[in-house]
T-cell receptor, first 118, second 112 residues
Framework: GAGVSQSPSNKVTEKGKDVELRCDPI?????LYWYRQRLGQGLEFLIY????????KSGLPSDRFSAERTGESVSTLTIQRTQQEDSAVYLC????????????????FGSGTQLSVL | KNQVEQSPQSLIILEGKNCTLQ??????????LRWYKQDTGRGPVSLTI?????NTKSNGRYTATLDADTKQSSLHITASQLSDSASYIC???????????FGTGTLLAVQP
């Protein structure tokens, strides 16, 4: 596709339920990131996938959070037993192979999934 | 440890005026610095990317400066437009990691 696509754009759920968020990166992008943005806050890194390498999960806030990626395409972020503190916008981004250490690579973001836990 | 400090936190200017946003960072080692624009309800969009050896880079009405010695950067917006209303986020990068650390940014409102 032309850009990073995320679905759903909005999700309202009840406390304790599981949710699954989807990200379709730009075709050909090997790197995929998930960020969380609480209201009025900066972006908080969650997890990073690069090709077939083991993902960097260092930003996941608890074991209720997990993410999977199929090859170099779709990724899903799963939040189990949601809590009200999980309410935020979840942003997905993708980039090419070279990595953020070079100025050739830009990070392209989707519009996010607004998650509201009641 | 807060690695990025941006000022002001928020700013209101009139359409057509110029403004300058500031960024101080402590990331070390340092490889590059990025400025992003985030419209309300959207993901951030890259404006400029500079390495430690670059002092200035422009993208249309946006001009970023960088002083890697003092670890300071600025983003100057010329002849502001209503569509410039957004959050502007300074993102310094360093080391082997591919994680980008985003601050809360400066919230700019351009009024007619």
């Amino acid at each position: 596709g032309a850009g990073v696509s995320q679905s759903p754009s909005n999700k309202v759920t009840e406390k304790g339920k599981d949710v699954e968020l989807r990200c379709d990166p730009i075709s050909g992008h090997t790197a995929l990131y998930w960020y969380r943005q609480r209201l009025g806050q900066g972006l908080e890194f969650l997890i990073y996938f690069q090709g077939n390498s083991a993902p960097d999960k260092s930003g996941l806030p608890s074991d209720r959070f997990s993410a999977e990626r199929t090859g170099e395409s779709v990724s899903t972020l799963t939040i189990q037993r949601t809590q009200q503190e999980d309410s935020a916008v979840y942003l997905c981004a993708s980039s090419g192979r070279a990595g953020m250490g070079t100025t050739n690579e830009k990070l392209f973001f989707g519009s996010g999934t607004q998650l509201s836990v009641l | 440890k807060n690695q990025v400090e941006q000022s002001p936190q928020s700013l209101i200017i009139l359409e057509g005026k110029n403004c300058t946003l500031q960024c101080n960072y402590t990331v070390s080692p340092f490889s590059n610095l990025r400025w992003y624009k985030q419209d309300t309800g959207r993901g951030p969009v890259s404006l400029t990317i500079m390495t430690f050896s670059e002092n200035t880079k422009s993208n249309g009405r946006y001009t970023a400066t960088l002083d890697a010695d003092t670890k300071q950067s600025s983003l100057h917006i010329t002849a502001s437009q209503l569509s410039d209303s957004a959050s502007y986020i300074c993102v310094p990068h360093g080391g082997a990691t591919n994680k980008l650390i985003f601050g809360t940014g400066t919230l700019l409102a351009v009024q007619p």
